[in-house]
């Protein structure tokens, strides 16, 4: 029986499709099968024609493409037409391989069919695979790298502090400085490589939305920063839906920076928080001395600082990880330049069940 | 038996680390004798040339040179004369699997470098206690 498929032209257009294009009935039976087809699966036209399209995948995915057809007929529940998801296809020579489907109804003559079109992915899928691998790569080495930097590092520091004790009496004045400064670099790079060991490895601490008191969170981490005293904090008494422990290390970061770039003892911060379309809207404002515009980008890239290590201690490493935290979630972070009275770092942090109760 | 008589076999690659030792015993007055192999291969000769005098425990750090902690443990559990050596860890590693694996090979602690203070003086005072009173083999 011809279909009305069955056009020469039709063909000959459908061959010059790139992805692959596969005609069904609605018993699963294939009824046409373009050129892209032939070359992702291996099979010529005539050797699947005629035959259930399950051919095509390998088990479990057999089984349950008739299932789904079988449900669709009952029930008319689209699982995946008009949606289009990704499965594992099966070549003719028993390899599988990822591929992207989606799947359209047409009615012909009173009779129901299935078009899907195909596109193998394998090589998107190969790329992400070779890109998590390189991620992983990465972080170990920072691991491992910055676990035996500190080794030796602990060593100096170790001398150093039996020079001084041993000695003490015996060395001149200069030189109990100079060892003092010593004393103070190696501490430092110990900071540089334990925040570097932090950043590298916090993806693996980063947890699930959970309710969130803001308030106390917030005043808990003013109370971990040093030199808080003269600090006033001001947050709504808000719940929020948040990573508990990402939001943690984010104020963690934001509060100790406004603390330690302060240019006075005391000063006013304001975090403030309200809901938006698929997640929060978060500020933290100070009233300290703010960043130029210049610098909008640069602070929030690794190891950097705006005043001289020995004016102000700091690894450089806060907004970076700030930055890292958020962009986890798929946020976003940025310094808010209209504002010039202190310093606004705002936050947009996604969160599926962005819930907001105030008290 | 007296237990001033008891060795330490310290197994530490690190001449920092391997001072730390010696200082933190000098500090709580340990004077037992100390004796130092740099990786496992060299204690391993030291111990089959009888150059360790028991009774002996022996401090053994994991990441070494030729050969490392856990194959030094592989070697002497399986060698009859040095099987029941008593042997306590002192590491940097907080790895889980370092401390599943050497305690699979019946070690008698594991203590890593960080927790036993700076000096490694919770080493001594371990060592200190465990001495005072402890019954080894001879």
Not at chain 1, 214 to 219: A, D, E, R, W
Not at chain 1, 299 to 317: A, C, H, N, P, Y
Request: charged share 25%; hydrophobic share 40%; net charge negative.
């Amino acid at each position: 029986m011809k279909k009305a498929f069955d056009i020469p032209e039709l063909e000959i257009i459908m061959d010059t499709v790139l992805d692959g294009f596969i005609i069904i009935d609605d018993m699963g039976v294939i009824q046409s099968f373009n050129q892209s087809a032939v070359k992702a699966f291996g099979y010529q036209a005539e050797e699947v024609i005629g035959k259930n399209v399950s051919m095509l995948m390998p088990e479990p995915y057999r089984v349950e493409h008739d299932q789904y057809l079988a449900n669709y007929k009952d029930t008319g529940l689209k699982k995946i037409i008009g949606i289009g998801r990704e499965i594992i296809a099966q070549r003719k020579d028993g390899s599988c391989y990822p591929m992207e489907l989606a799947v359209n109804e047409m009615q012909l003559d009173g009779q129901r069919y299935f078009v899907g079109t195909i596109r193998d992915i394998s090589e998107r899928e190969n790329l992400i695979k070779e890109l998590k691998r390189s991620n992983e790569d990465l972080e170990q080495f920072a691991y491992v790298a910055s676990h035996d930097l500190k080794s030796p590092l602990n060593g100096i520091k170790k001398l150093v502090s039996w020079i001084e004790k041993d000695h003490a009496e015996n060395l001149p004045q200069e030189a109990i400085e100079h060892f003092g400064m010593i004393k103070n670099r190696a501490d430092r790079m110990t900071k540089l490589l334990n925040d570097l060991l932090e950043y590298a490895r916090v993806n693996t601490k980063l947890s699930d939305s959970e309710t969130v008191d803001l308030h106390k969170l917030c005043h808990h981490t003013l109370s971990l920063v040093k030199n808080n005293d003269a600090f006033e904090l001001s947050v709504p008494q808000a719940h929020i839906n948040l990573s508990r422990t990402g939001l943690q290390i984010v104020m963690l970061n934001l509060i100790s920076n406004v603390i330690k770039h302060h240019h006075q003892s005391h000063g006013i911060i304001e975090v403030d928080i309200s809901p938006c379309t698929g997640g929060y809207n978060l500020s933290v404002t100070d009233d300290g001395p703010g960043i130029p515009e210049q610098y909008k980008d640069r602070i929030f890239e690794m190891f950097q600082t705006l005043k001289s290590r020995d004016q102000v201690e700091g690894s450089g490493m806060g907004l970076a990880m700030v930055k890292k935290v958020i962009a986890f979630y798929g946020g976003k972070v940025s310094l808010d330049i209209t504002y010039t009275s202190g310093c606004r770092v705002q936050i947009f942090w996604p969160s599926k069940n962005n819930t907001f109760s105030m008290g | 038996m007296n237990n001033n008589e008891v060795t330490l076999f310290l197994i530490e690659d690190d001449d920092v680390d391997a001072i730390t030792v010696e200082r933190a015993l000098k500090k709580r007055r340990i004077a037992n004798p100390v004796i130092r192999a740099k990786d496992g291969m060299e204690a391993l000769s030291l111990l089959q040339e009888n150059k360790v005098p028991k009774p002996y425990i022996t401090l053994l750090d994991l990441r070494l040179p030729r050969m490392n902690g856990i194959e030094f443990l592989d070697e002497i559990r399986k060698d009859e004369l040095l099987h029941d050596m008593v042997v306590f860890v002192l590491t940097t590693s907080h790895d889980e699997r370092d401390i599943k694996a050497t305690y699979e090979h019946n070690i008698a602690g594991y203590f890593i470098k960080e927790s036993a203070g700076d000096e490694l003086l919770g080493i001594a005072d371990m060592l200190q206690g465990y001495w005072r009173i402890v019954c080894l083999p001879s």
